[in-house]
């Protein structure tokens, strides 16, 4: 008896015409259409406080960000994400693949949230990914377990300059966009637990 058949892998155009249709989110990677797990409070709630912030401090300037409602198609390979925070100067450049109108090619910079589940994928493969698109100056992962952000800015060389910070009374400095975020705004009504050796 033979294999079963694989599934034919899906193009950018099928992706589309579904994802428009759909109730629920789903990323494009390489032929395939994956359902995306909800996030949670802790989650939204940072992700919103950053968009939040973000739009205060880019007020006036042609810089805007947007939500995790904002598709990202990254043309190098097939991909199509939904970045929990994007920041686009200028003019958006529209996906042509996307009928609808829903899916950007020129983000500045991307924000990412970090949950247990997503880590390692956020860190590893999708960071890769987002190397390959040309607009992208930095790249931003933001803890939900403590108040910690990471920044990777795009060199001329093609290099990423990697910087850190921690405490909610620190600051986080985007080089792209020449701004910086209080931790203590990014982390606005976040409770973290206490270091396990404090728990009685």
Same mark, same amino acid.
């Given at each position: 008896?033979?294999?079963?058949?694989?599934?034919?892998? !899906?193009?950018?155009?099928?992706?589309? !015409?579904?994802?428009?249709?759909?109730?629920?989110?789903?990323?494009? !990677?390489? +032929?395939?259409?994956?359902?995306?797990?909800?996030?949670?409070?802790?989650?939204?709630?940072?992700?919103?406080?950053?968009?939040?912030?973000?739009?205060? #401090?880019?007020? +006036?300037?042609?810089?805007?960000?947007?939500?995790?409602?904002? !598709?990202?198609?990254?043309? /190098?390979?097939?991909?199509?994400?939904?970045?929990?925070?994007?920041?686009?100067? +200028?003019?958006?450049?529209?996906?042509?693949?996307?009928?609808? /109108?829903?899916?950007?090619?020129?983000?500045?910079?991307?924000?990412?949230?970090?949950?247990?589940?997503?880590?390692?994928?956020?860190? /590893?493969?999708?960071?890769?990914?987002? #190397?390959?698109?040309?607009?992208?100056?930095?790249?931003?992962?933001?803890?939900?377990?403590?108040?910690?952000?990471?920044?990777?800015?795009?060199?001329?060389? +093609?290099?990423?300059?990697?910087?850190?910070?921690?405490?909610?009374?620190?600051?986080?400095?985007?080089?792209?966009?020449?701004?910086?975020?209080?931790?203590?705004?990014?982390?606005?009504?976040?409770?973290?637990?206490?270091?396990?050796?404090?728990?009685?």
């Amino acid at each position: 008896m033979g294999l079963p058949a694989a599934n034919p892998a !899906r193009t950018i155009q099928d992706y589309y !015409r579904i994802e428009n249709d759909a109730t629920e989110k789903h990323e494009f !990677r390489d +032929g395939e259409i994956l359902g995306m797990s909800g996030g949670s409070p802790r989650h939204a709630l940072i992700a919103t406080n950053v968009a939040v912030a973000l739009r205060t #401090r880019l007020k +006036g300037t042609p810089c805007l960000p947007y939500t995790s409602d904002l !598709r990202v198609r990254i043309m /190098g390979l097939q991909r199509s994400v939904y970045p929990d925070v994007s920041v686009v100067c +200028g003019k958006i450049q529209l996906d042509p693949d996307d009928k609808a /109108g829903h899916t950007i090619l020129n983000p500045r910079l991307v924000v990412e949230v970090l949950s247990p589940s997503t880590e390692a994928y956020d860190r /590893g493969g999708k960071f890769a990914a987002y #190397r390959e698109v040309p607009s992208l100056a930095e790249y931003v992962l933001i803890s939900s377990f403590e108040p910690r952000v990471e920044a990777f800015l795009r060199q001329t060389d +093609g290099t990423w300059a990697f910087s850190s910070c921690s405490g909610n009374d620190s600051h986080a400095m985007l080089r792209s966009l020449q701004i910086d975020l209080p931790l203590a705004e990014i982390y606005a009504d976040i409770d973290f637990p206490p270091p396990a050796h404090e728990v009685a």
